[in-house]
């Protein structure tokens, strides 16, 4: 027992020992940790709990040696451009969605602006549908339209405005603006054509097409510019306002080099009176001074005006001198032999003479018509608004329209012979008065009445007057509108007919004579089924007692007479007479049917008469009741 304890004893201070040497192996440790750098003392206490952490799990560690510290250096080193493109990959990502993000507002941004600005365009809608004549809410959609420039709802606006005023032709300007900024020169034309077509009398918006036809892809096409130059002066040449779109003519032929078409341009320009009829005369002379002779007519016509010349200069009778027309120093400058055409040089009293005579004979043109010019001017100078606006003219602007309408027509007719006037020139009088008072039935009506008056066919001409009016400047009148169906019916235009008055109901519908009108033009028409039922929708509609009674009436009659169809016409006077039982010709009436359907059965009309005579009429209506029973 003592050598075990003693072996015991030993064993226990064998495991002190132990204890003591770990002990000092731990502070050695230590000491030794706390002389190395920072980072590498937590590596090492990382790479010791990690050895700790795989010893517990039963895994073998591989304790480096000292001499390996250098060569698990320079992997650390290595590994730090990876951890570089890490964050460059880090930084383009956040890139990408700062990118995306600011698409993301950008899109919210304009979906809300386009939201904004479909209710704003609504707003200007709304007020327009509510009142379509209301002019200045036009304006206002138009100019809304114009600064966002997107073509397809400008051509909404635009089409919808310039339908109910066609005459403002600044509108169809800014139109063809419109399509030039957004569309093809088809459709620029196509606004133009257009145009041209609803107010052909505007000499702005034909300048304004002409000027845009000199820029586009045919400009070089003089004979193109030409064509549309005299379509627009047959169109509008006549208007007294129409100076600007001679002279912008005549100066496209002179800047052309071509003197000869401005001649002709000058000839057709005297012949009309317009308000610059003086000044273009003048003009006419300068343009004369400055030109060759030659250069205004062709070889023949040129020897032929020649030798009219020489021989009157031989006789004499060329002598006086025309003033303002003198020679050009290019004219008073000898020419050599064989440098001029085969005539021959001109003398400078042959050249003088041949320019007086143009002078001449284009003067006795212009005197002529000067003569218009005066009689026509005192009408002219009291128009102070030629063209079309929404406000009401003065009395005085009225009463100049038509006095000078009457004067026209007293000159056209015999009864008045002071100046030459033709119904054409009456008709561009009336087409101008009508831009100016086209909302004024009564000049429509005036318009209508003498195409009436004139010999030949001139039923297309009275239908586009019409249409014109009714379409678009007086929607709301009736009188126009009821002469419109009648004109169209005399012409056996049923469909157009029925069309006016369907119209017309629409917009008055509290009219009644138009609901029988419509129902008369379908009997007429022999269209029976639809005559009845716009009957029933009469007699239905009528709140009025007397009316609705009056349209039980004509109902009854038309059953009766037209559909021999007694005892429908018996059953529509019977719920009349049941709603309007004290209403005289409802009884009066009906007694009338049963009269006069045969065979009569005079016990029902003896019944009927007392009922009749039990009801609330007056002394003098029972005695009548009394009298046909």
């Not at 100049?400 to 026209?408: A, F, I, R, V």
Request: glycine share 4%; net charge negative; with cysteine.
């Amino acid at each position: 027992q003592m050598e075990v304890a003693e072996g015991d004893g030993a064993q226990e201070e064998a495991s002190e020992e132990k204890k003591e040497e770990s002990v000092a192996d731990t502070v050695a440790e230590e000491e030794k940790s706390s002389d190395e750098p920072p980072e590498k003392k937590m590596k090492t206490t990382d790479d010791a709990t990690e050895n700790g952490e795989k010893e517990k799990s039963g895994q073998v560690v591989n304790k480096p040696e000292e001499g390996a510290e250098e060569s698990k250096e320079e992997p650390a080193a290595a590994e730090e451009p990876a951890d570089m493109r890490t964050e460059e990959e880090k930084a383009e990502d956040e890139k990408k969605a700062k990118e995306e993000n600011e698409k993301k507002a950008a899109r919210e941004k304009e979906e809300k602006a386009a939201e904004e600005h479909r209710k704003e365009l609504e707003k200007y809608w709304k007020a327009v549908k509510d009142d379509p004549s209301d002019f200045t809410g036009w304006t206002y959609l138009l100019q809304f339209v114009d600064s966002k420039n997107i073509l397809d709802e400008g051509r909404k606006a635009y089409d919808a405005f310039l339908k109910r005023y066609p005459y403002c032709y600044g509108y169809w300007k800014k139109y063809s603006d419109l399509e030039k900024r957004n569309s093809t020169p088809e459709d620029v034309r196509a606004v133009f054509r257009r145009g041209t077509q609803a107010i052909p009398l505007s000499v702005d918006l034909w300048l304004h097409f002409l000027n845009y036809e000199k820029t586009s892809d045919k400009k070089d096409s003089a004979a193109h510019i030409r064509q549309q130059y005299n379509t627009a002066l047959d169109a509008c040449g006549k208007e007294f306002r129409s100076d600007k779109i001679w002279d912008s003519f005549v100066k496209y032929e002179v800047e052309n080099n071509n003197p000869a078409e401005a001649y002709k341009v000058y000839e057709r320009c005297l012949k009309t009176p317009t308000l610059g009829l003086v000044e273009n005369f003048d003009k006419f002379r300068e343009f004369i001074k400055n030109s060759h002779p030659k250069s205004l007519m062709n070889a023949s016509e040129f020897l032929e005006f020649r030798k009219e010349i020489l021989e009157s200069i031989k006789s004499g009778k060329i002598e006086t001198h025309e003033p303002g027309v003198v020679q050009s120093k290019t004219d008073e400058e000898e020419v050599a032999p064989g440098v001029d055409d085969s005539e021959g040089s001109l003398s400078d009293k042959e050249l003088t003479a041949m320019r007086e005579h143009l002078v001449f004979t284009m003067k006795k043109t212009f005197k002529e018509t000067e003569k218009i010019f005066n009689a026509r001017v005192k009408f002219e100078s009291k128009i102070k608004r030629p063209y079309f606006h929404v406000k009401p003219l003065e009395r005085s602007a009225l009463v100049t329209w038509n006095e000078y309408l009457d004067y026209m027509k007293k000159n056209v007719d015999g009864s008045k012979k002071d100046i030459p006037v033709t119904e054409e020139d009456v008709e561009i009088i009336y087409e101008r008065c009508l831009i100016a008072c086209a909302l004024y039935e009564e000049f429509w009506l005036g318009y209508i009445n003498w195409m009436e008056s004139r010999e030949g066919d001139h039923v297309e001409k009275i239908r586009s007057i019409y249409s014109k009016a009714c379409s678009s400047h007086l929607q709301n009148k009736i009188n126009i509108h009821l002469r419109w169906a009648m004109f169209e019916e005399i012409h056996k235009n049923w469909a157009k007919a029925a069309e006016v008055l369907e119209n017309l109901e629409h917009v008055h519908p509290e009219l009644t004579s138009v609901k029988l009108r419509r129902a008369n033009l379908e009997r007429r028409r022999g269209d029976d089924e639809k005559a009845t039922h716009l009957f029933e929708a009469c007699v239905e509609a009528t709140q009025e007692e007397a009316l609705n009674a009056d349209c039980a009436i004509k109902f009854a009659r038309y059953l009766r007479l037209h559909r021999q169809d007694a005892d429908k016409a018996k059953e529509v006077l019977a719920k009349a007479i049941e709603h309007h039982s004290d209403n005289i010709k409802l009884r009066l009436q009906m007694l009338d049917l049963m009269i006069h359907t045969h065979p009569v059965n005079a016990r029902e009309v003896v019944s009927f008469l007392d009922k009749a005579l039990l009801a609330d009429f007056k002394a003098s209506q029972k005695l009548l009741l009394s009298q046909r029973k």
